[in-house]
T-cell receptor, first 119, second 115 residues
Framework: GAVVSQHPSWVICKSGTSVKIECRSL??????MFWYRQFPKQSLMLMAT?????????EQGVEKDKFLINHASLTLSTLTVTSAHPEDSSFYIC???????????????FGPGTRLTVT | AQSVSQHNHHVILSEAASLELGCNYS??????LFWYVQYPGQHLQLLLK??????LVKGIKGFEAEFIKSKFSFNLRKPSVQWSDTAEYFC?????????????FGTGTLLAVQP
């Protein structure tokens, strides 16, 4: 259980275009979804946190107009990279969470990631 | 600012050797601690977690970790590694106040187990 999928797994786009990445929780309802960015040989950096039906909360330094997040339902969140540039090339990973019983904190389940290459 | 340090960036072991990966965090309050593993070409998977109670936590695949509050550490251990343990390991922390479940990740440790 607790499977998270991402689509596409790999995308190449031209500079200046926009790319949408989908994150779906397949067998549970996600109260919260997170978007991370991972650079080669580096750790995951949280970009934003989104709750269903409300605006995403972006981390410091992340441009909200460039990385548009929509969390329209309890099983789907999308990240749109607008006017992509080569420096946006990276590995984007989403995770989804729901409250576990008996715990004040949440576990996160990760998607397989999407590799974006901007040419 | 909260941070997580993993001092071993790249570890090479032979099969059957014992493993210990260090993880230290900087946060003064209650924390929840996690170890995730990322096998080649696969997504992050939870190895084990600590929320409260017994500071020695057992996870999947024979891994365990010990929370030492006085040292702000949560080291990962396995008594005898296998070739299939070759992967990248990430330590992560969330504040335990319940106000947020944002994960703060360490930089990861790449483990290579030689047959």
């Amino acid at each position: 259980g607790a499977v998270v999928s991402q689509h596409p797994s790999w995308v190449i786009c031209k500079s200046g275009t926009s790319v949408k990445i989908e994150c779906r929780s397949l067998d549970f309802q996600a109260t919260t979804m997170f978007w991370y960015r991972q650079f080669p040989k580096q750790s995951l950096m949280l970009m934003a946190t989104s709750n269903e039906g409300s605006k995403a909360t972006y981390e410091q330094g992340v441009e909200k107009d460039k990385f548009l997040i929509n969390h329209a339902s309890l099983t789907l969140s999308t990240l749109t990279v607008t006017s992509a540039h080569p420096e946006d090339s990276s590995f984007y990973i989403c995770s989804a969470s729901f409250i576990t019983s008996g715990s004040r904190s949440y576990e996160q389940y990760f998607g397989p990631g999407t590799r974006l290459t901007v040419t | 600012a909260q941070s997580v340090s993993q001092h071993n960036h790249h570890v090479i072991l032979s099969e059957a050797a014992s493993l210990e990966l260090g993880c230290n965090y900087s946060y003064g309050g209650t924390v929840n601690l996690f170890w995730y593993v990322q096998y080649p070409g696969q997504h992050l998977q939870l190895l084990l977690k600590y929320f409260s109670g017994d500071p020695l936590v057992k996870g999947i695949k024979g891994f365990e970790a010990e929370f030492i509050k006085s040292k702000f550490s949560f080291n990962l251990r396995k008594p005898s590694v296998q070739w299939s343990d070759t992967a990248e390991y990430f330590c992560a922390v969330t504040p335990g106040s319940g106000a947020t479940n944002k994960l703060i990740f360490g930089t990861g440790t790449l483990l290579a187990v030689q047959p």
